[in-house]
């Protein structure tokens, strides 16, 4: 790079040569390397058959093996559904789903995808939902035009039975999928809600003695959290900090026969899909289920021996057997308490702590988030948005921070979790009691950026197999602070490295960013780097990177450098 520019911090300013310095980035100088293979002009290839997919994707069998870190995808069912049907003219079930759409999966490399909301719910549910102000008034924001007779279908987190919800098609029509999914690679993910159940779940009648019950005297006392259901007074679902979801029942888990049932319940899900998801798993912990939330009130209804075992740690097991390991559990879980539930036998635990530390710009916290055991990591599920958090292209806006934020979580190790719309920049969260969602357009900058980091970036090898180190940057001078905002990744694997930078700030910021874990593989040596995610090629010496690259780069600006020996 050949010009110069001014910087400021802490009141001082300096005038640096960025030719002298290397500089990498600046937002204000030209460069002088050369141009990558990636040219502006490129775009991804359009693919729309699973035929050509398959003539073209030469790592298709290698995907029946899970990646090391792989991907997931989130689809809203009823909402996608809903579209759906408006294109073909008829009312869509699950076999109505495009092979174009899974093509376009495969193409970018998910091995998971998550049909959210697929099990019957019930009409007491849905009447709730379409009569609570606080949701109506929610889903009114998100959708003004509501007709709430019409577009609030009811939450499918109240489920009646693990049955396909008769809207989306006969019984036969959810193997039909996962036998599609799985012929192409991808593994079908599905929900399981072990809290609670719908309010007109037949257990309700047929199996009181399932639920946490209550007496006249708590209901008149707390209304929000109890219903009269027959003949009982029974807790609706609720975690120990907030009143009850009205929509539902608690289940009771130190009662021996209702867990006997709800391991069945699993052992027939396991049946129809890959893998579930399960919401707010934490809650089923005995401290949390038994001491926190419920108390003496978990005592089972019937005068049955309490069970004080961790279900988890007898349904998994159960489970992992009955499908020689084919099945995978992933958590929703908050409290810090994702590495209990890994060693319970999760395979993937939410990672909110990262998600939440990155949308505060907390990187320092960041920085020792990273330093995690790797195993831990790797069962981590780093995500930007889904469909209980604000999207992100308005809760990380503007751009520029949103883009610097994937960047870290998707570069991360563990499980990569996208949300339907997140691609396209949609900045409307839908509520999960919505049947029906705003259209929006595509914001051509993020669908540019994830497109990018998708097919450049999260397919190499390096980073869905390889090995990942995080980097420590070093300060560019005496008293200058900036390089604590800079964070760095290293990806390897056979020889291949990858690595990438990111000022996660809104200022101006310069490092050294040594790579001394690796110094017999660079010294004495010539390398090229090459910005996947820009058009830039640059020539550095092995010494130069062992001691430390110098980086000036602009506010939450990034790079995500190939290297490869010349």
């Known amino acids: ?133 606080g949701w109506i008034k929610a889903c009114r924001d998100q959708l003004p035009d509501l007709d709430p007779e019409k577009d609030i279908t009811g939450s499918p987190f109240a489920i009646v039975s693990y049955t396909l919800n008769k809207d989306f098609g006969a019984p036969k029509e959810l193997l039909n999928l996962k036998k599609r999914l799985n012929a192409q690679g991808i593994k079908l993910i599905l929900d399981f809600v072990p809290n609670h159940t719908a309010i007109d779940c037949p257990w309700a009648i047929e199996h009181p003695e399932y639920y946490i019950h209550g007496t006249e005297d708590e209901k008149k006392e707390k209304p929000q959290n109890y219903i009269e259901v027959g003949k009982h007074i029974i807790a609706h679902g609720r975690d120990p900090n907030y009143d009850g979801w009205p929509d539902t029942l608690q289940l009771n888990y130190r009662h021996n026969g209702f867990r006997k049932e709800m391991t069945q319940q699993l052992l027939n899900i396991s049946e129809l899909c890959d893998g579930i998801r399960c919401d707010m798993a934490m809650l089923l912990l005995p401290d949390i289920f038994r001491d926190r939330t419920w108390k003496n009130a978990s005592l089972p209804w019937d005068t049955s021996f309490p069970n004080d075992d961790t279900f988890w740690a007898h349904v998994i097991p159960a489970v992992k057997e009955k499908t ?108 999960v009691h919505l049947g029906r969602r705003r259209i929006e357009q595509p914001d051509g900058d993020l669908v540019t950026f994830y497109d990018h980091l998708i097919h450049r970036v999260l397919h190499l090898k390096q980073i869905r197999e390889g090995n990942f180190i995080r980097l420590s940057a070093r300060e560019a001078w005496p008293g200058n602070f900036t390089f604590r905002n800079f964070i760095g990744f290293h990806w390897s694997l056979a020889g291949k490295n990858l690595l990438a930078i990111v000022n996660y700030a809104d200022y101006h910021g310069q490092c050294y960013m040594p790579m001394d874990h690796m110094k017999w593989e660079l010294v004495g040596k010539m390398f090229r780097l090459t910005n996947l995610m820009g058009d830039q090629v640059y020539e550095r010496k092995g010494d130069e990177l062992f001691a430390g690259m110098y980086f000036d780069v602009a506010p939450w600006e990034y790079l995500v450098l190939e290297m490869e020996e010349m």
Not at 47 to 59: M, Q
Not at 62 to 81: E, F
Not at 102 to 112: E, M, P, Q, S, T
Request: aromatic share 10%.
């Open 324 to 431: 020689r390991g084919n099945f995978i559990f992933m958590a929703e879980v908050y409290w810090d308490r994702e590495f209990d539930l890994q060693q319970l036998g999760f395979d993937y635990t939410y990672d909110k702590r990262l998600y939440d530390r990155l949308h505060r710009v907390q990187t320092e916290q960041v920085h020792g988030h990273l330093l995690a055991d790797p195993n831990f990591q790797r069962k981590s599920v780093r995500f930007l948005e889904n469909h209980d958090e604000p999207r992100a292209a308005s809760e990380f806006a503007p751009n520029p921070k949103h883009k610097a934020a994937a960047i870290i979580s998707f570069l991360a190790p563990g499980l990569h979790f996208f949300h339907e719309g997140q691609l396209e920049g949609f900045r409307t969260q839908v509520s």
């Open 1 to 133: 790079l050949v010009s110069t520019t001014t910087i400021s911090y802490r009141r001082r300013s300096h005038r640096i040569s960025l030719c002298n310095r290397k500089s990498f980035l600046s937002s204000t100088s030209g460069s002088s390397c050369k141009r990558s293979k990636f040219d502006k002009s490129e775009t991804t290839p359009h693919v729309t058959s699973l035929k050509e997919i398959s003539e073209t994707n030469t790592h298709l069998d290698q995907r029946n093996m899970t990646a090391k870190n792989p991907a997931l995808y989130q689809i809203n069912t009823r909402a996608y559904l809903g579209e759906l049907s408006k294109k073909i003219g008829k009312p869509a079930t699950l076999d109505d789903v495009p092979d174009s759409l899974i093509a376009d999966l495969v193409r970018k490399k998910f091995d998971y995808v998550w049909f959210l909301g697929v099990w019957q719910t019930g009409l007491v549910g849905r009447k709730i939902s379409q009569s609570n102000e």
